[in-house]
């Protein structure tokens, strides 16, 4: 039997092809739409062409339909990879190829940026604005190691791992010399690592502190008062630049405020004024005299 539109038979009662005229009695012929003829008349005349190979399917051949398109058995196979469809579920593409379910997954499946190859369901990928590649495709544009679904660094169009980034592109601490991955501060256009930049005393962090450098040294406003600065030979305080009398006064081996320096009798500031030392004190120039 054909798909439904037409009969194929021997026939047993006196009937001429409709087309030929021919005797059918013991012949094989086709019945389509009421009418028997011949098989030579029913290929040459009724017969479906075959949507692939563009030949007519005669009646001994095993007929396949599909939204009116018509293929040989033979015929009906995936576009793509030449699989057979006979009986397998398939999909009718552009230029009427039908195409097998997994060429169809494969064609439509994103395409990876790495090997340009289809990601298909269940394959590993990473996504990163609005680009995809296989998990080991994704690799380190300096040393080619596989990413995957590490940490990295765009740059450009380049995606550095971790380290890489860190050799190549990151900032060196001036004190430990490794690279500052993140935070971080800078002084005097050195960068450092905020755990670096510390009290060279109480080894404190000096980050968003007040702190004093004295050479290659840093202290924090206790530690250089304590430690360093020198002291007030007046009020026997440490003599800073913080806060109040950032000027000193320096005589011999004796250090002052400025505000400290003054007479030992009527206590009139002497900063920048003529004084006189006797007996290890200081005085204005008129003191001595009422001595």
Same mark, same amino acid.
């Given at each position: 039997a054909g798909p439904g539109s037409y009969t194929v038979g021997t026939m047993s009662e006196r009937f001429d092809c409709f087309y030929c005229r021919d005797p059918l009695h013991g012949k094989k012929y086709v019945q389509k739409e009421g009418r028997h003829c011949c098989v030579k008349c029913f290929d040459k005349i009724c017969a479906n062409t075959c949507i692939e190979c563009k030949k007519p399917i005669g009646a001994d051949s095993k007929e396949l339909h599909f939204k009116n398109r018509y293929w040989h058995d033979t015929c009906f196979r995936c576009f793509k990879c030449y699989t057979s469809l006979v009986n397998e579920p398939f999909m009718l593409r552009e230029n009427n190829k039908v195409w097998c379910s997994n060429c169809t997954a494969a064609a439509d499946a994103p395409r990876c940026k790495g090997c340009f190859k289809p990601i298909i369901a269940g394959d590993q990928n990473v996504e990163y604005k609005k680009m995809v590649w296989h998990k080991d495709c994704f690799t380190c544009s300096q040393c080619k190691q596989v990413i995957g679904s590490g940490s990295f660094f765009p740059k450009g169009d380049d995606f550095f791992c971790v380290s890489c980034h860190?050799?190549? %592109? @990151?900032? !060196?601490?001036? #004190?430990? #010399?490794?690279? &500052? !991955?993140?935070?971080?501060?800078?002084?005097?256009? $050195?960068?450092?690592?905020?755990?670096?930049? &510390?009290?060279?005393?109480?080894?404190? $962090?000096?980050?968003?502190?007040? %702190? !004093? @450098?004295?050479?290659?040294?840093?202290?924090?406003?206790?530690?250089?008062?304590?430690?360093?600065?020198?002291?007030?030979?007046?009020?026997?305080?440490? &003599?800073?630049?913080?806060g109040r009398g950032t000027s000193v006064v320096n005589y011999e081996d004796e250090s002052w405020h400025d505000y400290c320096f003054k007479c030992t009798k009527c206590a009139r500031g002497l900063a920048n004024k003529r004084f006189v030392c006797h007996n290890g004190k200081i005085y204005c120039a008129e003191c001595p005299k009422r001595l």
């Open positions: 860190e050799h190549k %592109f @990151a900032k !060196t601490c001036a #004190k430990c #010399k490794n690279p &500052i !991955t993140s935070g971080g501060l800078t002084y005097q256009e $050195q960068p450092w690592h905020s755990e670096c930049f &510390i009290c060279s005393n109480c080894k404190r $962090q000096l980050g968003g502190k007040r %702190f !004093t @450098a004295v050479e290659d040294d840093f202290y924090c406003v206790d530690c250089y008062k304590e430690c360093v600065a020198k002291k007030c030979a007046g009020c026997k305080n440490p &003599i800073t630049g913080f």
